[in-house]
C-alpha cells in the first residue's frame, strides 16, 4: 500500500466511476509512484458489486514469488502457456503471472486492454498519442505499445466486437510536464476526438492540487494525463497508508451494517 485517501462526495473527473457519495482510493505497488506501475483500487461505499465487461482483459506479472504465494494460499492458478498463469482477484479481475525471476525492478509488465478495431487503436494510441510500437501480430490481433523501454507496457487486444465497460468505469493515467496538458486538450479538439473531462484541478484533502485532462480513446477506453510536478507532491509514499486503509476498512463495517439493516449491497 502505497497511500490511502478517503473522500466524502464524488469526484469532478468522475475518479470514481458515476458515482456521487463517499469514496476512497488506495494505490498499491511495487515501489514508487515515480518509477513503477501502480494500480488505483477506488471503493464506492455502499456498492457491492460491479458487472464487469470485456474492456479490461488483465495484468501480466514477471513474478515466481507470486506463483509461490499462490501456491502456498491455494489460490487457483490455471496454466495458460508454459510458465504463464491466470488467475482471478476477488470481483473476477485477471491476473497473469509469470513464473519467472524479476528481470527489472517493476514486475508489472503489461496492462491489456480489449480494443474492437486493432488498426484503428493502435492509430489512436501511437498515432495521436505518441507510443511506441514494440510489437504487432496481425494473426493473434494485438499490440505492444509504450512510452518508455523500462516502463510498463499496454497491450491493445481485438475482442472480436464491440468493447463493453460494465459498470466498472477503470482508466488509464500518465504523468507529464504541467505545459504539456493544453497542447494535449488542443490537439484532441482539433483531430476532433473525445474529451471526458476539459483540463481541471482536482484537490485531495490535505494534499496536492493536480491538473488532469481526461480523454476516451474510439472504444471509450478513459485517459488521464496529469501534471508531473503536482503529482509527484501526491503520490509520494505515506508511510501511514496501511494503517489508514485498515482504519478506514475497519470503520466501515459495511458487511455487518448491511446484515443488520436487512439490505444488500446496491449491485452497480
Known sequence: VL????????????????????????MVGYGPEDNHFVAELTYNYGIGEYRLGNDFLGITLVSSQAVSNARKMGWPLREVATGVFE?????????????????????????????????????????????????????????LLGYADNQCKLELKAVGGAVD?????????????KEE???IEALMKKENHKILTPLVSLDTPGKATVQVIILA?????????????????????DPDGDKLLDD?????????????????????
Not at 9 to 14: D, F, H, N, Y
Not at 165 to 177: M, P, Q
Not at 220 to 228: K, L, T
Not at 248 to 268: C, E, L, P, T, Y
Open 217 to 237: 480513446d474510439p472504444d471509450g477506453h478513459e485517459i488521464c494525463f496529469v501534471g508531473d510536478e503536482a503529482f509527484r507532491d501526491l503520490s509520494k509514499v
Open 3 to 26: 497511500r490511502h485517501e478517503e473522500f466524502e462526495e464524488g469526484c469532478k473527473a468522475s475518479c470514481n466511476g458515476p458515482y456521487d457519495g463517499k469514496w476512497s482510493k488506495t
Open 181 to 183: 496538458l493544453p497542447s
Open 165 to 177: 465497460h460494465g459498470t466498472a468505469f477503470g482508466r488509464i493515467a500518465f504523468s507529464c510536464a
Open 87 to 143: 488467475t482471478e482477484a476477488p470481483g473476477g479481475y485477471k491476473f497473469y503471472l509469470e513464473d519467472k525471476e524479476k528481470l527489472k525492478q517493476d514486475p508489472v509488465l503489461k496492462v491489456t486492454l480489449g480494443v474492437s478495431n486493432l488498426q484503428k487503436s493502435i492509430s489512436y494510441w501511437s498515432g495521436l498519442l505518441g507510443m511506441k510500437i514494440y510489437e504487432k501480430d496481425e494473426e493473434k490481433q494485438r499490440a
Open 248 to 268: 478506514a476498512m475497519a470503520a466501515d463495517n459495511s458487511d455487518q451494517w448491511f446484515a443488520a439493516h436487512k439490505m444488500k449491497k446496491v449491485s452497480a
